[in-house]
């Protein structure tokens, strides 16, 4: 079993979604993909790229993004909690999961999340510009710290001790040094935005070798503390100085 890893396909659009149905039905059948979150907000494009990846691959293992979650335009209305139940609903009627994936001696945990301002505190720029700000709607009286807690206590941390290879996975970024120090002081502003601290002491819990998250569009690979982070977003079709628009192979599992 390869493992492969992809996030923020972004099938809205129709190029990307154009280079999911391209994939072999062959080629997959023995391997696994992580899918790092973001396909899509509207439920058809999620259905059918979910789907078309299901089709391909021995198994998907899905966790979503902030796109995933928006509720702009959708009737009737619901909050962003009520989105991720369907989601959660339609991943699996897609034959993906979001569950903890065992075989044999893998295992790889899926961490929900959200911002909680740990990166820090946003400015009134990215206040009046971050979409997410309009097109998600949460419980009255939520602040982004709820919303982090909320997904955190989903999360299962299970008993990793007979697991030789453990891989976790978030959308969201869980240390904010994965940015590149090329990443310029204007792009900077959105840091608080990106992620959250209490993705990594999560996964710390598990000592995983490969922390596989989304997000940022800044596709790399790089040790910290003894866990490899991988990001390989997809992005848009004007994307594609920091994005590979590939899927990368990330283990090979032999057990």
């Not at 979150?37 to 790229?49: A, P």
């Not at 840091?191 to 997000?215: A, C, F, M, N």
Request: a negative charge; hydrophobic letters at 40%; charged letters at 20%.
């Amino acid at each position: 079993m390869r493992i492969f890893a992809l996030s923020d396909i972004h099938a809205d659009y129709q190029p990307n979604m154009a280079w999911v149905h391209q994939l072999s039905r062959g080629e997959y059948v023995d391997d696994l993909l992580i899918l790092a979150g973001d396909v899509s907000h509207k439920r058809e494009l999620l259905d059918e790229c979910l789907t078309a990846l299901a089709q391909r691959f021995r198994q998907v293992l899905f966790v979503p993004g902030n796109h995933d979650l928006w509720v702009i335009g959708q009737t009737p209305a619901i909050d962003s909690l009520e989105k991720f139940e369907q989601v959660r609903h339609t991943a699996i009627q897609c034959g993906a999961t979001m569950d903890i994936v065992r075989h044999g001696q893998l295992l790889v945990v899926p961490l929900l999340g959200w911002y909680d301002y740990s990166f820090g505190e946003p400015g009134r720029e990215l206040l009046r510009g971050w979409t997410d700000y309009r097109a998600c709607r949460w419980p009255t009286g939520f602040q982004m710290e709820d919303v982090a807690a909320y997904f955190e206590k989903l999360n299962v941390v299970p008993s990793a001790d007979s697991a030789r290879m453990r891989i976790t996975v978030s959308h969201f970024l869980p240390r904010i040094d994965l940015i590149p120090s090329f990443v310029s002081a204007r792009h900077r502003i959105l840091d608080p935005v990106l992620g959250t601290t209490r993705l990594e002491k999560q996964l710390r819990q598990l000592d995983p070798s490969i922390h596989v998250y989304g997000h940022s569009h800044i596709n790399q690979s790089v040790e910290l503390e003894g866990v490899r982070y991988v990001n390989n977003a997809f992005g848009t079709p004007q994307e594609t100085r920091i994005t590979a628009k590939q899927l990368v192979c990330i283990e090979e599992a032999w057990f």
